[in-house]
T-cell receptor
Framework: KAGVTQTPRYLIKTRGQQVTLSCSPISGHRSVSWYQQTPGQGLQFLFEYFSETQRNKGNFPGRFSGRQFSNSRSEMNVSTLELGDSALYLC???????????????FGAGTRLSVL | GQNIDQPTEMTATEGAIVQINCTYQTSGFNGLFWYQQHAGEAPTFLSYNVLDGLEEKGRFSSFLSRSKGYSYLLLKELQMKDSASYLCAVRDSGGYNKLIFGAGTRLAVHP
């Protein structure tokens, strides 16, 4: 079974630009979550999508948005990039069961974004 | 607020046992996860606890006490390949798959 695939692996952008990152979950998984990882803040939750709907959102500005397609693939968009957006962006997929379910999240290798 | 604390760094010797502690204060709780992350790689799932007690999986065990807001990850028979960061994460009770992560513990295993 293929794992979580994120593309691209590396990106270099300049301030003010926008960027779109892609995540293909494990086959059969319906939930996709996005996290930002930086040396100073660690891993921080951005948002989760389940069945094409945003189910939960972290404390990030509106410049960070996402969507999920009918095949469960997800994209994350960051508009008007700032230097502080430089980070590793990780996507994780899970089966997406209810609150009582184990719902282990499996992570992709991430997209490393550098904003110059 | 949400707060998860773990030691920043630990060192241990190959073949030994090491315990990585995690304390948490979160507004809700629906399970605690441990992940391993090697430098430059994705976090990989190690263990999950939702009820008090010990979960054992090979060389790795994880313990949870919900009343104390405390968990630990126990690694036995340490190998060089266990040198990595270990991340403790609490799942928010109202947030389905929202994981709140600690800063991680960087473990160095020496021969």
């Amino acid at each position: 079974k293929a794992g979580v695939t994120q593309t691209p692996r590396y990106l270099i952008k300049t301030r003010g630009q926008q960027v779109t990152l892609s995540c293909s979950p494990i086959s059969g998984h319906r939930s996709v979550s996005w996290y930002q990882q930086t040396p100073g803040q660690g891993l921080q939750f951005l948002f989760e999508y389940f069945s094409e709907t945003q189910r939960n959102k972290g404390n990030f500005p509106g410049r960070f948005s996402g969507r999920q397609f009918s095949n469960s693939r997800s994209e994350m968009n960051v508009s008007t990039l700032e230097l502080g957006d430089s980070a590793l962006y990780l996507c994780a997929s899970s089966s997406g069961g209810g609150q009582g379910a184990k719902n282990i999240q499996y992570f992709g290798a991430g997209t490393r974004l550098s904003v110059l | 607020g949400q707060n998860i604390d773990q030691p920043t760094e630990m060192t241990a010797t190959e073949g030994a046992i090491v315990q990585i502690n995690c304390t948490y204060q979160t507004s809700g709780f629906n399970g605690l996860f441990w992940y391993q992350q090697h430098a430059g790689e994705a976090p990989t799932f190690l263990s999950y606890n939702v009820l008090d007690g010990l979960e054992e999986k090979g060389r790795f065990s994880s313990f949870l006490s919900r009343s104390k807001g405390y968990s630990y990850l126990l690694l036995k028979e340490l190998q060089m390949k266990d040198s990595a960061s270990y991340l403790c994460a609490v799942r928010d009770s109202g947030g389905y798959n929202k994981l709140i992560f600690g800063a991680g513990t960087r473990l160095a295993v020496h021969p």
